[in-house]
């Protein structure tokens, strides 16, 4: 009897909706020498991404994120708005004054938040 070299095709199910859903994987867990290379890069994206979530916000990121966004609304009010040059750069240090506290003390409120609940996932997984 010949034999085929096709490889044998994994099983699906379908829902309620009608829909073909496939499994996933469902063999065992590979150890991390055995991951993909994106694997390890997606994983230290995500610890990097953590890191940088961790740290206290400053004002001079607020500043920053500030400038682009005014810098984002003098674009738009010339090109969209057909806005003068002269009148959109009048707008520009206002926008700056809304914008840099703004966006430092929104910061500070999610950094406040996340630490809160990282130290009450702490304190719940403790007892």
Same mark, same amino acid.
């Given at each position: 009897m010949a034999q085929t070299k096709?490889?044998?095709?994994?099983?699906?199910?379908g829902n309620a909706a009608g829909m073909i859903v496939a499994r996933g994987r469902t063999?065992?867990?590979?150890? %991390?020498?055995e991951r993909s290379e994106s694997a390890r890069? $997606?994983?230290a994206q995500r610890a990097a991404r953590a890191n940088r979530l961790d740290r206290p916000p400053?004002?001079?990121?607020?500043?920053?994120?500030?400038?682009i966004a005014a810098v984002a609304v003098l674009l738009a009010s010339v090109f969209l708005l057909h806005?003068?040059?002269?009148?959109?750069?009048?707008?520009? %240090?206002?926008?700056l004054l809304v914008y840099?506290?703004? $966006?430092?003390?929104?910061?500070?409120?999610?950094?406040?938040?996340?630490m809160r609940s990282r130290t009450s996932t702490k304190a719940r997984g403790s007892s």
């Open positions: 096709r490889r044998r095709q994994t099983k699906h199910r063999g065992r867990r590979l150890a %991390p020498e890069k $997606s994983a400053t004002w001079q990121g607020a500043f920053s994120r500030a400038g806005a003068k040059t002269s009148e959109a750069l009048i707008g520009f %240090p206002l926008v840099v506290p703004a $966006s430092y003390y929104m910061d500070l409120w999610l950094y406040r938040r996340r």
